[in-house]
């Protein structure tokens, strides 16, 4: 991944889509430690800003996402850096995320993508640790998740190892959280908005299942009842 500015920059017709990313993102940063998913500087939000003149593949889209290592009461728009799918920077003086290609890889392989959140929240971190998918025993995972979360394969931060594993995982699926083993959530959505509400979710589900089986087992939801219940939240449910 290049930190090197001059290779490229944003064309002048992603100008107002890039800015309204910038604001966009850099507000729902807000939102991980309102919901108490991360601490320090951990995790990351990061949109993708789709060109209108590029092919079916992607090529030419951009992506929006937070610098490494900055302070959430720090994040600004203008402190947003832009990158391309292959993860090279393209505007912005601080160097991303690094969690960077990981987003890039899901957003060149996943075109239906449009928002990547990663967050280290703790009860959907323990599930990780522990390697164990969250059973779908929650009418809440049902409606938005659409059966289980699946866990993801161990990988290492620096490459595009860990969006190869939530791709293979996620591709197919209708999760839109995965739990990267040893690791922490990633969670996908149509923007960015819904990859943050995702993450609010999976987080609950993690911690109320947690607290449930402190109790005894808890009990499955029926696979009709499941896609009866995706169906409606996802197609009826709220306003249209």
């Not at 890039?18 to 309102?34: F, N, W």
């Not at 931060?157 to 995982?169: F, L, P, Q």
């Amino acid at each position: 991944m290049s930190n090197d500015a001059s290779l490229t920059e944003v064309p002048a017709h992603l100008r107002t889509a890039v800015d309204a990313a910038k604001q966009k993102v850099a507000t729902l940063h807000a939102e991980l430690p309102r919901w108490e998913l991360v601490v320090w500087t951990a995790g990351n939000v990061s949109e993708r800003v789709r060109d209108p003149e590029a092919g079916p593949d992607g090529e030419g889209d951009l992506l929006v996402i937070k610098p490494s290592g900055v302070s959430y009461d720090d994040i600004t728009p203008e402190a947003m850096v832009v990158c391309d799918l292959a993860g090279n920077l393209v505007e912005g003086d601080r160097a991303p995320s690094s969690d960077t290609a990981a987003h890039a890889y899901v957003y060149a392989h996943m075109p239906e993508v449009g928002g990547v959140v990663h967050t280290h929240s703790t009860y959907a971190t323990a599930w990780a640790a522990r390697g164990e998918e969250i059973p779908c025993v929650l009418t809440m995972m049902a409606d938005e998740f659409g059966g289980p979360i699946p866990v993801g394969p161990f990988a290492i931060i620096g490459d595009d190892s860990i969006g190869r594993g939530i791709v293979e995982t996620l591709r197919g699926s209708r999760s839109k959280a995965v739990l990267m083993k040893n690791h922490g959530p990633f969670t996908i959505g149509g923007d960015a908005k819904a990859a943050v509400k995702a993450a609010v979710l999976c987080e609950e589900v993690a911690r109320a299942v947690h607290v449930s089986r402190q109790i005894g087992e808890p009990l499955p939801i029926e696979q009709q009842y499941v896609d009866s219940l995706y169906d409606r939240y996802q197609n009826v449910y709220g306003q249209r």
